[in-house]
């Protein structure tokens, strides 16, 4: 449990938008203390950091919590026990643990359902244990080589790519955040679409010669930091000089930033994978 202003730091969402999104929208009851502070848990920072991001994508707040409502409403009852029991296993650092935990996830139901509703919510407690102290460092990164293995592991039981021109996916140089556009290749190749994974940290001039080699159709990378923004923008004007038929879409928290002409693939991986791979396929 934190404090509304440890909320407020976590979150970056200033204390006196919290008591007005509290106050005009419900989506968010924190606790009380005896002293009548409030307290706010995991999941209600989950909830403040989603719909931080719905907002910064244009929707109203109104609108915002709207959608933070429909999405707590369609959480399957045992995911937060499930959620608790990885973070408890990584603040131990028990791997096997954490795994299972992972597996049985993905054992549930399909794919897309696992992504977006139960693996990017728990990656984002994940982030909020590790700011609060309550997993490690060392606890951060073996998550992110577990979900990184069993996402390669889908990616890979998809079975060989269309032969059709492919989307490349991948991080431009600076940016290591991979695990959300590991999750959307999957989903791109499940939905039926050629997709080629370069990974994180690629230089301009390397991704620009992968589109020129495979003949691809279009780009996709990710945002996930404000700072992240002017990195897509430059391997966006290099893709730009040299193929300026190919669009580059953008996905992550912050794709708002993005450069001007690129696509914006919000917020959900399984829908935008699906409407990406539609459209291609429409061409």
């Known amino acids: 449990m934190v404090t509304i202003s440890q909320a407020a730091q976590l979150t970056g969402v200033a204390e006196h938008t919290l008591r007005a999104w509290e106050r005009r929208y419900g989506v968010f009851r924190p606790l009380r203390t005896r002293s009548g502070y409030r307290v706010y848990d995991d999941a209600l920072l989950y909830r403040i950091r989603t719909m931080k991001e719905l907002v910064s994508t244009g929707l109203s707040p109104r609108q915002a919590s709207d959608e933070v409502s429909r999405l707590a409403a369609s959480t399957t009852v045992g995911e937060p026990d499930a959620i608790a029991e990885l973070i408890e296993a990584l603040s131990r650092l028990d791997v096997t643990a954490a795994k299972r935990v992972i597996d049985e996830q993905f054992a549930l139901r399909s794919y897309e359902a696992v992504v977006d509703d139960w693996l990017m919510p728990a990656m984002v407690r994940v982030g909020t244990a590790w700011a609060s102290g309550v997993i490690s460092e060392a606890g951060e990164h ?142």
């Open 142 to 283: 073996l998550v992110a080589n577990v979900v990184m293995r069993r996402l390669a592991a889908a990616f890979d039981a998809v079975g060989p790519n269309p032969s059709t021109p492919p989307v490349i996916v991948g991080a431009p140089s600076g940016i290591t955040h991979e695990l959300g556009l590991m999750a959307f290749a999957v989903a791109l190749r499940r939905a039926g679409a050629a997709t080629i994974y370069l990974g994180s940290d690629v230089p301009p001039a390397a991704w620009s010669d992968a589109v020129g080699a495979t003949g691809a159709a279009m780009s996709v990378t990710a945002i996930p930091r404000r700072a992240d923004g002017r990195r897509v923008a430059a391997l966006h004007e290099r893709l730009r000089a040299d193929h300026p038929d190919v669009p580059l879409a953008v996905g992550g928290q912050f794709q708002h930033l993005g450069p001007p002409g690129c696509v914006r693939l919000g917020h959900r991986i399984a829908p935008a994978a699906r409407d990406l791979a539609h459209g291609l396929a429409g061409r």
